[in-house]
């Protein structure tokens, strides 16, 4: 079952043209990694496909419902109902600092998503203990690692039940040790066959995880397919020059 259908998005600041004609598909169960240099379009790309930035053209259709056609979108009911099929995790974490973790995870799917509070409560702690953080539920963010507060962030995520997840750079505000505890719970999701969408500068990573990886440049997608093709051996000279920077 298609998750997600970009057709022909394009979205513009000002005079400067950031995504030119993306077309894309995203599969239940799969996980899509989007590389490219910086400036690449592939953040804002991550940001129209979960609604914080709005499209210029193209269609966005989530489960088969379209959320966008040629820049008008659905009513704010049906927006609404497309938003719950997706949770975005930030490279900042953006955790409430105020909030302890529990409430943290808990917030939203309770005052939001009007779920039962002792469901809800319940569920956070099976995802706490999934991330090794069960002794951290009443820590404030202040008092936790980057690497544990990107996993209350993860853990928040997935405690409003979406059909699939955005990641945007997950592991860039942290240090190597820490990146490899986000990868290793990455890996883990990737194999309970949760939905994710990656925007990543980590290509042994991406070769890993994923099922389809889209390269991206100047707006455009370049070449995109399975890592053993885009990776390993891609067909285009902007693919290969970036990916050869990186080995440098």
Do not use: W
């Not at 995790?89 to 939203?108: E, G, R, T």
């Not at 951290?136 to 059909?163: C, E, F, H, T, W």
């Amino acid at each position: 079952m298609k998750l997600l259908e970009v057709k022909n998005v394009k979205k513009s600041f000002d005079d400067l043209e950031v995504l030119k004609d993306i077309s894309l598909e995203v599969s239940e169960g799969q996980v899509v990694s989007i590389l490219g240099p910086s400036g690449s379009g592939k953040s804002t790309l991550l940001r129209c496909m979960s609604m914080l930035e709005t499209v210029d053209g193209g269609t966005l259709t989530y489960c088969g419902k379209t959320a966008v056609k040629d820049a008008k979108y659905a009513t704010k009911s049906e927006l609404k109902e497309i938003k719950s099929y997706f949770s975005l995790v930030f490279q900042s974490f953006n955790l409430f600092p105020h909030y302890s973790v529990m409430k943290n995870i808990c917030d939203a799917p309770i005052h939001v998503m009007k779920r039962d509070k002792a469901e809800v409560t319940k569920n956070a702690e099976v995802l706490l203990k999934k991330m090794g953080l069960d002794s951290k539920a009443d820590y404030y963010p202040y008092q936790l690692s980057g690497g544990q507060q990107q996993r209350v962030a993860i853990a928040r995520a997935l405690n409003m039940k979406p059909k699939m997840l955005f990641f945007d750079e997950p592991t860039s505000a942290l240090d190597p040790e820490l990146t490899a505890e986000i990868l290793k719970v990455l890996k883990e999701l990737a194999e309970e066959k949760m939905t994710m969408v990656i925007v990543t500068h980590e290509i042994a990573f991406a070769r890993s995880i994923s099922d389809h990886v889209v390269f991206m440049d100047g707006g455009v997608i370049v070449e995109q397919g399975a890592p053993a093709d885009v990776i390993d051996n891609p067909s285009n000279d902007r693919t290969r020059a970036f990916l050869k920077k990186l080995e440098q």
